[in-house]
Every structure is written in structure tokens, then in C-alpha cells.
């Protein structure tokens, strides 16, 4: 089935109801959602493209680019979103190897995207704005907004996703109309979505998080967002008496929690926080509760596979554990194995393996890189490591609930013995006057790769590294102790707020080694 089909059968029946509310008068209701979404799709059925053709999409948050997504799934094409912060290099990358068939940028892009797009044999390019003009929408003034949704079969392609690449090249991940619908479905249903909840929607529309959990969850619930074309904690906090949903990454809710303002009557009518794309830290998790008296609901995902594992909404279901990303979502099964290929023991920590109807059908043009990634009896390797139970921020987790120590990747071995960066950074900012912190490896010509800790310390603090060396010492291993500790301001984040380790190897490599 078509996931557009899927979803619109939940559209509420008043199509002059309000589906998108946004500020400066832009509201849409849910009828201009379907008949701007039809007019798209008739333009792109226009341009007689084969089914499966990618459309690429660098553009910014808007209801028409919202639109732009569902018109390609109606049209039976591929939907690829890209940040509109990549430049020359990276979109040439991305249209050579997806090879879409129509690109779509902003005016202010035009000139130099559409060079890129001629050097990769892009058929069309075509521009959209944030303020919903362009040369798309002119183009569709000749369309009368009728079009029968195209049928497609559940393993047809619906979206490529480009990994957000924190390490290595990106890799598209190719999802079918199948795994989103399924996984849409799974989470209606685990985190009880209803028609009259709001979402309080705040994230980029170009990846997983605010596309398939935000903005399908809320379609197939038949449900409002407040659309606000990106997060900025002032605003959230004038929102958010209006919402019953906030998603977030990590960095939301610390930014939120830094406002004097973000009191508990604030988030009245807030039934569920939910947190993802990076880890949240415990200290977040505890002073958010403390604040609003609300438990963030933290969960587990990926580009791959979409959504893997949840905390608990319902009391019913379980308890939600700070510094645990929850159980496998119904219909998903998680596993943990051992470097051996053996199943690790409850509280062992070894990799992260999932099945089910959401993972995806591999990497696009990449064969050989999928095969890797799935073992031999069909289970996909996530890259991260974790654990099932055993102790999270000091309490016992029941046996089925998943903790995530740390990328396979971010494993350091040093001098032989395994130091996981998660355990150390946990440590650190144990620290009283540690902000947060992260943990790399570095080569080194006696250990192979020893650590190297770097700490943002809070405001008005004073803590050096060597201070923090030694407490290290005090509390763990000699060989886990970092060999370097360095105070920087901030760390390096991408969009989604995840910790962008590599360039902090990048930066640290020479530390103990000549070149
Ligand atoms: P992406 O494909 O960009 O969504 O990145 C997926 C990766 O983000 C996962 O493989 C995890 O490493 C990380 N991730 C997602 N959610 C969480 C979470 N709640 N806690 C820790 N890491 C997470």
C-alpha cells in the first residue's frame, strides 16, 4: 500500500480543520495539504519520469516542501531530503550516486546547485522557498489538484536517506513504502497518538526524526502540528501551552531547561516529551523531571531502520529509565552479540542487532556495504554498542530494556584493553562543574590509541585537566584514565545535535603521534 494512502485515510473529515498551524499567518488546513500535495504530484506525473525516479530536495522547512514529500509518495517516486547545509562537494556526491531525475533547491541556490545538477544529468530543476514560492509552484497553477494516488506494493522505494555520516561517507538508506508504514503504525499505537493531540513540531523535515516520527506520526494520527520552521527555546516556550507532543533531540530540552521561564504551567498541557537521535544525559533526564514534573520518554532509532526501541508511555507497558532508551518496540527484535557472534548474557555489553518489518532494504548502489551490515541469519548491525538490563544511573533495568554504551566505532582498544567512551564521559561529568564531555580515540605509538577527553566545564567554573585526571583516577581503571584531558567551550555538533566525533579525532590525532 502506498503510505500516503495510508496516511490520508486518517485525514480528519472537516478538511477545513487546521493541520499545520504556523506563525505569520501561514496555517494550512488539511484540505490545502491534500489538494497542494495533489497539484505536486500531478506535476511530477507530468514529467512522464519512470516509477522509483529520486526527486532530491536541499531545501528549508516549509508546508510546501512538507507537501513536496507526500506529492512524491502519491507519484510512486523516490523522496530524497538533504540539509540544506550541504555545500558543492557533498550534493555532488549525493546526485551521482542517487541520480535523481528532478532536484529541487532554493531560489538563492539556484545558480550553483543547478551546475552540479547539469554535471550529474539532472533532467529538472525546479526552485521552492521557504515563504512556499518558486518556479515549482508556478508550475502547478495549471494542475486542478486532482490525482489518483499511484498503487505501489510495500517493498517499493519511498524515500532514500543519507546517513548523517558522523563517521565515514554517507550511505543512502533506502526505505520502502513498507518499513515507514509499519513503523508509523507501531508507533501510533505504543505512544497512543489521537487525533486531538498537537505536536509541538520544531526539527529539520530532511532527516528521520522530524520527517517519519514527527510528521508521519502525526499525519496517520490525523493530528495537528505547530510547525515552527526550527527549534529556538523562546519560541518553543510560547508554544507549547498549545501542544500535547513535544519531540526533541537532546539539546532541546537543555537549552529549554536554561530558561527561567520553562516552569511547569508552561507544559500544562504536555502529555509526552520524547527525546532522540543522541544520547540524553541522565542529568538532563533528572532536572527535567525535577522542573516540569515531567519523565521524558527516551527512544532509540536510526536512518536504517527507523524507530527500534522505546520507553514505555503507558504505565501498563513498563517504567521509563533514565539512561536507557527503553524495550524493542513491538513487531522489532533487538539482540545482543558478542565480538564471538555469540548472544551476550543479560547486562553483558556487546553489539546491537535488530529484525523486523521497519528495517530497511539496504544501501543504495552499495551491495557489498549492505551484505556487510546484515549477519548471516538476516539481523542488521546498528554500529552501536549496548546492552540488555543490567545497572543504568545506578538502578537495575528489567532484562528487556536496551542501554546504549557507544558507537561499535567509538570502541577505543588501548594497549589491548577495551575502553568504551560512554563509561568514561559518564565519569566525567560525574564531575561537579563538567557540562558534558566526549571521548575519542587517538593512535598512539605505545598503546596503539589511548583516549583523550574533551570537557566543556560550566559557566563560572573553575576545573582544570589535570584536576580531572585525577579524580578519573580515583574512580576507574588506570588504563581507562584519558591520556590527554582538554577544556574547550563548546563541542561539535551537527544538525541533529549529535557530537561529531570525528572531527574531534581529526583535531586530537597528532597529540601523541608525529603526523
Ligand atoms: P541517524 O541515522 O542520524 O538517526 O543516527 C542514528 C544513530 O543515532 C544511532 O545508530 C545511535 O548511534 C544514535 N542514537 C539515536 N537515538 C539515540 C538515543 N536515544 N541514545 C543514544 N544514541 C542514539
Not at 210 to 235: R, T, Y
Not at 237 to 257: D, E, Q, S
Not at 441 to 464: M, N, Q, R, Y
Request: aromatic share 8%.
Amino acid at each position: 500500500m502506498n503510505l500516503y494512502s495510508l496516511l490520508e485515510a486518517s485525514f480528519p473529515e472537516n478538511r477545513d480543520s487546521l493541520c499545520l498551524e504556523i506563525p505569520e499567518d501561514r496555517d494550512r488546513t488539511w484540505g490545502e495539504i491534500e489538494i497542494g500535495t495533489a497539484r505536486m504530484a500531478q506535476w511530477l506525473a507530468s514529467l512522464g519520469l519512470p516509477l522509483g525516479s529520486r526527486v532530491a530536495a536541499p531545501i528549508e522547512k516549509s508546508p510546501e516542501g512538507l507537501m513536496l514529500y507526500l506529492a512524491s509518495l502519491r507519484a510512486g517516486l523516490v523522496f530524497l531530503p538533504l540539509n540544506t547545509a550541504y555545500r558543492d562537494a557533498e550534493l555532488d556526491y549525493f546526485f551521482g550516486n542517487a541520480t535523481p531525475s528532478v532536484v529541487v533547491c532554493p531560489s538563492k541556490n539556484l545558480e550553483w546547485i543547478r551546475l552540479i545538477a547539469l554535471a550529474n544529468q539532472v533532467a529538472h530543476v525546479v526552485t521552492l522557498d521557504e515563504d512556499g514560492s518558486g518556479s515549482l509552484m508556478t508550475a502547478l497553477a495549471v494542475f486542478d489538484g486532482k490525482f489518483q494516488t499511484v498503487e505501489v506494493s510495500d517493498d517499493a522505494l519511498a524515500c532514500i536517506l543519507y546517513t548523517s555520516g558522523t563517521t565515514g561517507r554517507s550511505k543512502g538508506a533506502m526505505l520502502s513504502h513498507g518499513n515507514l508504514s509499519s513503523n508509523a503504525r507501531t508507533l501510533r499505537q505504543y505512544w497512543d497518538w489521537k487525533s486531538d493531540d498537537v505536536l509541538l513540531h520544531m526539527l529539520p523535515i530532511f532527516h528521520i526524526h522530524g520527517l517519519f516520527v514527527g510528521v508521519n506520526g502525526a499525519l496517520l494520527a490525523g493530528a495537528k502540528m505547530i510547525w515552527l520552521s526550527k527549534f529556538d527555546a523562546k519560541s518553543a516556550i510560547r508554544h507549547l501551552p498549545k501542544a500535547t507532543l513535544m519531540m526533541g533531540v537532546p539539546t532541546f530540552y537543555v537549552r529549554l531547561l536554561t530558561e527561567s521561564d520553562f516552569t511547569q504551567e508552561v507544559c500544562r498541557n504536555i502529555r509526552l516529551f520524547i527525546s532522540g537521535s543522541a544520547p540524553l544525559l541522565l542529568e538532563t533526564f533528572l532536572d527535567f523531571k525535577k522542573r516540569t514534573g515531567h519523565t521524558i520518554l527516551e527512544r532509540y532509532g536510526m536512518s536504517e531502520t527507523g524507530m527500534l526501541a522505546s520507553n514505555p508511555y503507558h504505565d501498563r507497558d513498563g517504567a521509563r529509565f533514565g539512561g536507557t532508551v527503553g524495550k524493542a518496540l513491538p513487531g522489532v527484535s533487538i539482540r545482543i552479540t558478542g565480538e564471538d557472534g555469540q548472544p551476550c548474557k543479560v547486562g553483558e555489553i556487546g553489539l546491537i542487532e535488530v529484525k523486523g518489518p521497519n528495517i530497511f532494504k539496504g544501501y543504495w548502489q552499495m551491495p557489498d556495504k549492505t551484505k556487510e551490515e546484515f549477519t548471516a541469519d538476516g539481523w542488521f548491525r546498528t554500529g552501536d554498542m549496548g546492552r540488555l538490563g543490567g545497572e543504568a544511573a545506578g538502578v537495575q533495568t528489567p532484562e528487556d530494556y536496551v542501554s546504549i554504551v557507544g558507537r561499535g566505532k567509538d570502541l577505543i582498544i588501548s594497549g589491548g584493553f577495551n575502553v568504551y567512551p560512554k563509561e568514561i564521559e559518564g565519569f566525567i561529568d560525574d564531575i561537579s562543574g563538567v557540562e558534558e564531555s566526549a571521548v575519542v580515540g587517538v593512535p598512539h605509538p605505545d598503546f596503539g590509541e589511548v583516549s583523550v577527553a574533551v570537557v566543556v566545564v560550566k559557566v563560572g567554573t573553575i576545573l582544570d585537566a589535570s584536576e580531572i585526571q585525577s579524580f578519573l583516577k580515583t574512580k576507574i581503571a588506570n588504563f581507562k584514565v584519558p591520556k590527554k584531558v582538554v577544556i574547550v567551550k563548546e563541542l561539535p555538533r551537527n544538525t541533529m545535535g549529535k557530537v561529531q566525533k570525528n572531527l574531534l579525532r581529526e583535531e586530537f590525532r597528532g597529540c601523541f603521534i608525529v603526523n
